[in-house]
């Protein structure tokens, strides 16, 4: 196939309508834009963002705040939670947080806090954790590993 080949889709195309020909042609005397009005008139510009005379929306719309599109949100977790669900030397990552009901949802970046005790070994796989969370599983005989996202 080549250039001078191409053809647009059959009923993409449509004849410009003829506005102003006679009333035969069904587009005569108001050419389609109906009795007076602003929109009958020659020399129509209204503004896109115009709204009838409304309040536009620009001006209805706070101007105060702001949305950081790059924060990160985490699921939180805490270690008395891990204490009451996990035996000693468990893996907990993800997977087993999720079939466990601590975490709902897939793809959820986890963080654990450390409010409670805990006295069993947990190796523990999570995005972040606090700095008291860390002392004490380590403290327990646990190890904590960040996954990378």
């Not at 893996?91 to 963080?111: I, M, P």
Request: proline share 3%; hydrophobic share 35%.
């Amino acid at each position: 196939m080549t250039l001078d080949e191409l053809k647009p889709f059959a009923g993409s195309k449509h004849k410009d309508k003829r506005v102003g020909r006679g009333h035969g042609s069904g587009h005569g005397k108001t050419s389609c834009k109906g009795h007076k009005g602003q929109k009958a008139r020659r020399g129509l510009d209204i503004a896109p963002w115009f709204e009838g005379g409304q309040t536009t929306i620009i001006r209805r719309v706070p101007k105060r705040g702001f949305t950081n599109i790059f924060k990160k949100e985490y699921e939180l977790v805490n270690i008395k939670d891990l204490a009451e669900r996990f035996e000693s030397n468990d893996l907990v990552d993800l997977e087993s947080l999720q079939l466990k009901g601590l975490v709902k949802g897939k793809n959820k970046l986890v963080k654990l806090l450390g409010d409670g005790e805990i006295d069993k070994p947990l190796v523990v796989k999570v995005h972040a954790v606090s700095k008291a969370a860390k002392e004490k599983i380590e403290k327990a005989g646990g190890k904590v590993e960040i996954v990378k996202v």
